[in-house]
């Protein structure tokens, strides 16, 4: 189920409210070198350059940095950085410092723009995904920038078959028009009360034209694309 929005940051903000009012949960994990928006949800987690920081503090509390997997410029020993990020969330983090029963979600870039076009080494989001199964936490993509075709395929995500529980999309979505989204499985975004969340411009009908067009065009030359991976998780996401 969609909820339609105007920009980036406005599904960011979205997906994190749906987190926070799902899980009943009020932490979350973010990634250095990551962009998420500029306002004060989402750009408590935005952390690829200084400028959209300085002068803004105090963001929306809560969130914990923790590396992107970065197989060019490698923060942890081992040949493999993905491995190496999840255990540090699992063994550092959550054994000394964030308790995994507080966290409401995890939100990434399934490829980080902004922080210089890195795709995350094979296994990363799948891993991602159990870490987040394991704890009960929701797995938020930001596909805001790679996601609507930009990587070959519809979601960046696909490319490895790891779906998540929240997406947040924009940007191409509406070649140029202002139209972003917040994409969720029906039993989440259901939780929702009526009137807990909305705005004014979202689904207008210029918009929602203008990105049907888009996606019938992505999809038509994106089918041809094979996924990196066998993983099927994406069936039955929409459940
Ligand atoms: C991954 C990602 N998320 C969110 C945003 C924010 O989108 P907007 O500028 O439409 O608010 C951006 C913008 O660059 C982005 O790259």
Redesign the pocket.
């Known amino acids: 189920m969609s909820f339609f929005c105007?920009?980036?940051?406005?599904?960011?903000e979205g997906a994190l409210k749906l987190a926070r009012y799902v899980s009943g949960r009020s932490r979350f994990i973010g990634f250095l070198g990551?962009?998420?928006?500029?306002?004060m949800g989402?750009l408590a987690f935005t952390s690829s350059k200084y400028t959209q920081q300085q002068g803004f503090f105090p963001t929306m509390p809560g969130v914990t940095h923790v590396p992107y997997p970065n197989p060019y410029r490698p923060l942890f020993a081992g040949a493999d950085q993905g491995k190496a990020v999840l255990d540090y969330i699992e063994n550092v983090l959550f054994g000394a410092n964030v308790p995994a029963a507080e966290v409401a979600g995890i939100l990434v870039?399934p490829i980080q723009?902004?922080g210089g076009y890195i795709v995350p080494p094979d296994g990363f989001l799948a891993g991602l995904r159990r870490l987040c199964d394991r704890h009960g936490i929701l797995l938020i993509f930001?596909?805001?920038?790679?996601g609507v075709g930009r990587s070959g395929r519809m979601f960046a995500a696909q490319h490895w078959g790891v779906a998540p529980d929240i997406m947040?999309l924009?940007?191409g979505l509406g070649s140029g028009m202002?139209i972003?989204a917040v994409v969720a499985r029906k039993s989440i975004m259901r939780q929702w009360k009526r009137g807990a969340h909305g705005n004014t411009y979202g689904g207008n009908p210029l918009c929602c034209a203008a990105a049907l067009a888009t996606l019938e065009l992505v999809e038509k030359s994106t089918r041809r694309t094979r996924p990196r991976s066998a993983h099927t998780s994406w069936r039955g996401w929409a459940n």
């Open positions: 105007q920009s980036g940051t406005e599904a960011v990551g962009f998420h928006g500029r306002t989402s870039e723009g902004e930001d596909e805001v920038q790679c947040t924009a940007k202002p972003g």
